[in-house]
């Protein structure tokens, strides 16, 4: 980078380097991304099809990789757009729009700047209206829609075909939108010099004629002129439409309550607050309970440019969508934006939904490579490889699980926290699933060694034990062996003092619902002992026993199959390649990745 010319001066490489640095660093900074926008485009004095190709490779290659990072920003589209078509012309032009509008299909600011270009730089006003038409289409439905049609009233008006006009507002006097009074009043006005047929649907005049022609009865025939006739069915028609009016003003008032509520209706990256969140949940609720697909799949898809990076309105868009018959390729969809684009892999629960979906559809293979991707990036997410682990049960039988636990109980890209939730699910699943009590128990007591400062553990370990079904004649036996486990967490362990305390606490209320007439006199000696003043307490018993350091210790214990040496586990792992061959479903820091701290096994 440090050699890498940009094609400009140097004091303009010089900070373009700088701002590369600063982003290799931190990818997610948008200000930085900004200034790097700003200078790109300012080489040379403003880049323009006179500039040297290379400034003009760098500016194009800022905007793409911008704009895969940050796909909503439609006024970055717009500017890329016009940046091309000063370099290189319409058809350039035309390419960034289109993947500008794929990328943000939402956008009637998009659309209205796309179709104005388009409007501008075309001769064929067929392939003109065929633009404004996908527009209308993906934003016609916008509550602020005004700038779209209004533009698309415009052209119609440039080319002289008043029948199209009449024939747009007639649509956009159906549509619940905040200058909807400005539209019925202009169609109202024309509906007066258009025909008849044009003014309704042909069966609602046949009945209304129908009806004239009822009311009528009683006068003799052809004493009423065709022209009075056509004047009583124009006020029929006109009738007719202020009924339509009157829907599209109650329907208009209705979405007001939420419409007047949003104040940030673009996507931006900082967060929203939880009102403008609250606002959103309780809009999508309103339209659900209205029933129209067409407008509840648009607020969604306009909920989800403003709140992109908030997995829940993921989830909530692709359960409501598989709720509608024959749309699992919309649901995919949905998925994959979420996954690949939009909801930082930081936060995979909706990788996992994903996952599961995939799952559901017989494509078990994809759903295992989007498990893998995700450990690609969070290697120590318990609940992805948990989640792991239980597919392949599911799919190929409990010892494919337990493969799972054993090849990230080897890994060296897990931590010691990680591997000892990984022991007590393999420990649950021995005990659930194959039915074995002892086998998991042998689990817990072969590897506890390796993990005696962990918590999760521990609390795994007691609670294995004190929820085994006993009776009567058992009950002494069980009784031994939960003794002996707080024992050991008294002894062997490298807890903390409250820690140990939390757990003998647990023990102590298994004492008095289930111990025996003697368990009163352990309880109070334990109280005395865990909860008593300094001069008393004695919560931990026998020598410190010191943790393990995470370069030292063994890798766990299998109850039936031996394990390797951890040394050359280890240094095989770290010689294995460890790239995910599932990058499609990988989040990065171009794609929008998040990269974070792993999540805590709690």
Known sequence: MADYNYGGSEEENAELRKLETELADDPDNFETWEKLVRGAEALEGGINRNSNPQAITTVRNVYDRFLAKFPLLFGYWKKYADLEFSITGTEAADMVYERGVASISS????????????????????????????????????????????????????????????????????????????????????????????????????????????????????????????????????????EIFSKTQTETT???????????????????????????????????????????????????????????????????????????????????????????????????????????????????DIHDAILATLPNHVETIISLANMCRRH??????????????????????????????????????????????????????????SRPFWNSYLMFELDQPTSAATESVQYERIKQVVDDIRSKSALSPDVVRDLVQIYMVYLLERGTKDAAKEYMTLDREVHGPASVAHTKTGGAVQAPQNGSQAAPVAPVAPVVDPTVAAAAAAAAPQTSPYPYYQQTPVNGGYPSQPVPYR
């Open 396 to 453: 190929g039988g409990l010892e494919a699980a337990i493969e799972v636990y054993k090849n990230q109980l080897d890994s060296p890209q897990c931590d010691l926290a990680t591997k000892a939730a990984l022991v007590a699910e393999w420990a649950r699943l021995l005990w659930k699933i194959k039915g074995s009590a002892e086998d998991a128990r042998q689990v817990f007591q072969k590897n506890q060694q390796y993990y005696l400062d």
């Open 107 to 242: 956008s009637v600011d998009l659309w209205t700047n796309y179709c104005s270009f388009k409007a501008e730089t075309s001769h064929d006003p067929d392939i003109i209206r065929e633009l404004f038409e996908r527009g209308a289409s993906s934003v016609g439905l916008d509550f602020l829609a005004h700038p779209f049609w209004d533009k698309y009233i415009e052209f119609e008006e440039r080319v002289e075909a008043p029948e199209k006009i009449f024939a747009i507002l007639g649509r956009v006097i159906h549509i619940p939108m905040h200058q909807y009074a400005r539209y019925f009043e202009r169609y109202r006005q024309l509906a007066q010099t258009r025909p008849l047929p044009e003014l309704a649907p042909a069966e609602t005049l046949s009945q209304f004629r129908a009806e004239l022609e009822a009311a009528a009865g009683q006068i003799p025939p052809g004493a009423k002129a065709e022209a009075e006739i056509e004047r009583d069915l124009r006020l029929r028609v006109d009738a007719y439409h202020l």
């Open 254 to 368: 209705k979405r007001w309550t939420y419409e007047s509520e949003i104040k940030r209706p673009y996507f931006h990256v900082t967060e929203l607050d939880e009102g403008q969140l609250t606002n959103w949940k309780k809009y999508l609720d309103f339209e659900e309970a209205e029933g129209s697909y067409s407008r509840i799949q648009f607020l969604y898809e306009r909920c989800l440019v403003t709140c992109a990076h908030y997995d829940e309105f993921w989830q909530r868009y692709a359960r409501w969508m598989s709720a509608q018959p024959g749309k699992e390729e919309e649901v995919r969809n949905i998925y994959q934006r979420a996954s690949c684009f939009y909801v930082p892999i930081a936060n995979p629960a909706t990788r996992l939904q994903y996952a599961y979906f995939e799952e559901m559809s017989g494509r078990v293979d994809v759903a295992k």
